[in-house]
């Protein structure tokens, strides 16, 4: 299964309509989120490292992946600093309080969301 996925997560970043400009809101939707949400769940409950981190940073040469968790979380969550990807002109941006060394609120886009989480 792991595999399937993965390369069914290759396969979608590989088209060509996923490579442009235009396209990078979809590159970095939710559906890729959900792809490596699974495989990080499905090494880990393998307990296996070698695909855990290929996954998390991209780094496994024998695992390759197109979009790693390092990869999408830099552009599809921001924290306050940070200028959002611009996928919607309306801006529904949700806010989802995450931790992290500053404990600061970050923000994170739901693509498929037809207006703000509250």
Same mark, same amino acid.
């Given at each position: 299964?792991?595999?399937?996925?993965?390369?069914?997560?290759?396969?979608?970043?590989?088209?060509?309509?996923?490579?442009?400009?235009?396209? %990078?809101?979809?590159?970095?939707?939710?559906?890729? =989120?959900? *792809?490596?949400? #699974?495989?990080?769940?499905?090494?880990? /409950?393998?307990?296996?490292?070698?695909?855990?981190?290929?996954?998390?940073?991209?780094?496994?040469?024998?695992?390759?992946?197109?979009?790693?968790?390092?990869?999408?979380?830099?552009?599809? %969550?921001?924290?306050?600093?940070?200028?959002?990807? =611009?996928? *919607?002109?309306? #801006?529904?941006?949700?806010?989802?309080? /995450?931790?992290?060394?500053?404990?600061?609120?970050?923000?994170?886009?739901?693509?498929?969301?037809?207006?703000?989480?509250?």
């Amino acid at each position: 299964m792991f595999n399937l996925i993965r390369e069914a997560s290759n396969f979608r970043a590989a088209l060509p309509e996923m490579n442009g400009p235009e396209s %990078v809101c979809e590159r970095y939707s939710n559906h890729v =989120g959900a *792809h490596l949400l #699974g495989l990080l769940a499905m090494a880990r /409950f393998l307990d296996d490292g070698r695909k855990f981190n290929a996954v998390l940073c991209g780094t496994g040469r024998s695992i390759p992946l197109a979009i790693s968790w390092a990869d999408w979380f830099n552009h599809a %969550v921001y924290g306050e600093p940070d200028k959002p990807i =611009g996928c *919607h002109k309306s #801006g529904n941006a949700v806010v989802i309080p /995450f931790f992290n060394s500053g404990y600061r609120v970050g923000r994170l886009f739901i693509s498929s969301a037809g207006a703000p989480f509250r």
